[in-house]
């Protein structure tokens, strides 16, 4: 955590090409800086600075942002050594920067490098056995540096980090079990941690391909074909998906070649759901013809790499889900449950095309299956009390979280909200209904611990953002600006900022229809947070992007019941803001009452609670001293409350700090 604050830190606070400038003359070319380059010999301009602060290099290929720079640079050989550095030169406050922990890394460094360097000896046996695993020198020797231990009789494969640093080291015995052994683990060398071969593959720009093994990684160099790094077991860890994200720009294809195994195939799913949590890159599944084991299997058969088959994840688990059910009508169900979830229309396309040929039926039926009009399976949906019973216990069992609003009289009365439920809050314009929910997810977030998505169809996110920022550090908008306009990251801030990270996005896109919505959570699900999302608000309900079939009224309506239908189905809170215009005179400061829902569509059916906001202050006929004394005063109505009480509740609103709190 906090070294990825500091990496944000820096990349926000300094400019790499001034950085780079110190070394290198640049010119601006396009939107991008250009120079020689300061890591080869280059006579044309190939090193390119871009305006995200990140380098490429289309000479040598060196690539990376700030950090590598300077590390790069100056020779360091981690991350932490070039914060140091950064910190001192541009007078950057870095978290926890320890000078101890750094002299005595680079210490260890030395030590490895001593420790090491009596191993690169050639030996006739060990040369035999890479031979016969298909290998030349260049590869093993000159690229991959394989030495061999004589009193261990093992292959000796260095390992590196991603700096192409020296950090441990795999023993490969010829003739003994078990057959490898890693160095003692350290700070240094943390398996889990590292990609074998990450260091020459991290440079790639357009395709990243994932192996099981080391010599998997020194096969794909072997058969020319490169840009490849091994996690070095069945499973990639959450650290290793993370190293990929840091440094694999976005647009790069990411490539699983699993061991052509039964627990190779198995681990496929697991292994996509890590690397989406973290990269952002398309992912694929890299098929070896029957027989081949795996890739270094590959490089001695009579295959080569063009035998290879690749597969978008989604397809490929649909296949392998397909292939697990017993009868064709779960195979239908399996189908629809990828299509669902499948948000390309092409992907969808393709696995119709191959579902129709499996299934023998005509390709247009089953594209219209697969396009995702469901209709109700009706035997299975006429319930047994049996089954009802069961559900019954299964939810008073299951201590559902509830959803607290951290406003202790609103939450005596609803006695907290639930998953599967639905909440609209209604206000006019001035009502400060956006400042009420932002508060609401500033606590779901930082005191509740919940996932949320913000659906933002009005405030962008950089609009967003400061209103959270002032909740959060009790600041005027006026303060908050002008910490940014300094660019003064408080450990406060920085705290705020890794909260929302790991608990909340922002989809401010001002067209999103209700589905959007829901592929939204999709998403969030599958890739970004580790507990699936809790809570979904949406800002507000007259932007929403309508059936524009059915006349307005209706379409509101469908859309009102088209949240409790999403709310129960990816079983989550789901908060619809929306703006009432007409009942009742006086802006903001105008009461709700049940008509009030009516202006809007048939939403109060579709809600659980049905919430009303006004603030006396801002009514247009008040005179100034009169709004002055009631500028803090705020109301929340609870106008329908499925489960007791209904009442209002007096809140205090701070106008300064856009605090919402108890009276
Ligand atoms: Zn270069």
Redesign the pocket.
Known sequence: MQANANFTLINNKLNLAEIVAEDVQLKRSGKAMKGC?P??D?STP??TVYRDNRFY?F????TGDITDYVMKRRGYGSPLEAMSEISERYGLELHHIDMDAIRARQEKKQEKRKEFSGYYAKHREAAEFLKERGFTEQTTAQTFHVGYDDQGHALVLPFKNEYGELVGKVHRYLDSDPKYKNSAEDDLFKKSELLFGFDLARKTKDVLYLVEGYFDVMAMHEMGVGKTAAYCSAQITKEQAQLIARHIPSDVKIFLIPDNDKSGRQQVRKNVQTLRKYAKQSISIISLPDGIKDVNDLLISSYGWDDVNMTPFEKYLLFEDLDNCLEITDEYEVAKIWADRTQNSMLRYEMAEELAKRWNKPLDIVNDFMKGSATLDHDTKLHTATESYAAYVNAVQSDEKKIKFGLREIDVLLKGLKKKEVTFVMGKSGSAKTTFILNWLYDCVMKQGLNVNFNSLELAKEAIIPQLVQIHMDMTSGEVESQARDGSYHDNLVELIEALDEKCRIADEDAQSVEDIENFIVTANESVYDDPVDVVFVDYFQYLKLNNSINRYEAASEAAREFKAIAKRQNVHVVVLTQVNRATGGGGSGKMTMESAKETGAIEESSDYLLGLYRPASDPHLQEDEAQAVQHDMYCQVLKNRWGATGEIPLYFDFFTKRIKNM
């Open positions: 380059c890591f080869h280059d190939s090193f290099c000479g040598c290929g060196e």
